[in-house]
Nanobody
Framework: QVQLVESGGGLVQAGDSLRLSCAASGRTFSTRAMGWFRQAPGKEREFVAAITWGAGNTNYADSVKGRFTISRDNAKNTVYLQMNSLKPEDTAVYYC???????????????WGQGTQVTVSS
């Protein structure tokens, strides 16, 4: 099993920045990549970004490219999501997940955190 705990959410104004963290514990060696997803009220969960533990390869949703940056600290088993130039449409619960590399499909991710709320006011 892999346990994931997100932190760093909050209420900010449009244009502000936030950094989310996701600490992984347990059988982390069994995972190859980490992803961030988000879900807004009344909407489906959507992919935000992903990174591989090894090479640090990244991929992003078009809606966040140039504004969000995913990174990882292998020594701390922690993944970060730096979110800049936040917009009201970024408001959602953000989840981190562990799964296969290079995928933007939530169904293939095996482990999920409990989520952290990000609210961006206009």
């Amino acid at each position: 099993q892999v346990q994931l705990v997100e932190s760093g959410g909050g209420l900010v104004q449009a244009g502000d920045s936030l950094r989310l963290s996701c600490a992984a514990s347990g059988r982390t060696f069994s995972t190859r990549a980490m992803g961030w997803f988000r879900q807004a009220p009344g909407k489906e969960r959507e992919f935000v970004a992903a990174i591989t533990w090894g090479a640090g390869n990244t991929n992003y949703a078009d809606s966040v490219k140039g504004r969000f940056t995913i990174s990882r600290d292998n020594a701390k088993n922690t993944v970060y999501l730096q979110m800049n130039s936040l917009k009201p449409e970024d408001t959602a619960v953000y989840y981190c997940a562990a799964g296969p590399p290079g995928s933007d499909r939530s169904l293939v991710y095996d482990y999920w955190g409990q989520g952290t709320q990000v609210t961006v006011s206009s």
